[in-house]
């Protein structure tokens, strides 16, 4: 059910800086920039393959990714994978006893419906679950 990964999320503290790397130096094509208030973040989508890199930079200080840089620092935040239907994906994991940071699929990058599980159920991996949207 969880089919490919989709991205792996990387907290930034400058988004520009980011971008800089992954598209300058790496050579990736930036795909994308949004501000999505709902995670407290401005992101960036960066193609590689037929996945993506998404850099998050905290809205603000009080934020899940600013209070995640506060503590751990910039890095690796998050990997992503692609389902079909979040619906059906969250009640087979609810089913199946995982526990979820997100029991409702809510809006993220690009039209997408998203839904974090919580890392005590991950071991200790932040992991996403993305229905890609369907407006690009
Ligand atoms: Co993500």
Redesign the pocket.
């Known amino acids: 059910m969880l089919d490919r990964i ?2 792996v ?1 990387v907290a930034v503290s400058d988004l520009d800086a980011g971008i800089a790397l992954y598209e300058g130096s790496f050579g990736m094509p930036l795909a994308h920039r949004e501000t999505v208030e709902a995670q407290g973040v401005e ?1 960036a989508l960066l193609d590689v393959g037929e996945g993506h890199v ?1 850099l ?1 930079q905290p809205l603000g200080p009080e934020t899940v990714v600013g209070k995640f840089i506060e503590r751990r620092g910039e890095g690796l935040h ?1 990997v ?1 994978y692609a389902v079909d239907d979040i619906d059906a994906t969250l009640g087979r994991l609810k089913d199946a006893g995982v526990e979820l940071i997100d029991e409702e699929a809510r809006v ?2 690009q039209g997408s419906r ?1 839904a974090f599980i919580h890392p005590k159920a991950t071991g200790s991996v932040l992991t ?1 679950i ?1 229905e890609p949207g369907h407006d690009g």
């Open positions: 989709d991205h999320g992101a998404e998050l998050h992503a993220g990058i998203v996403e993305v």
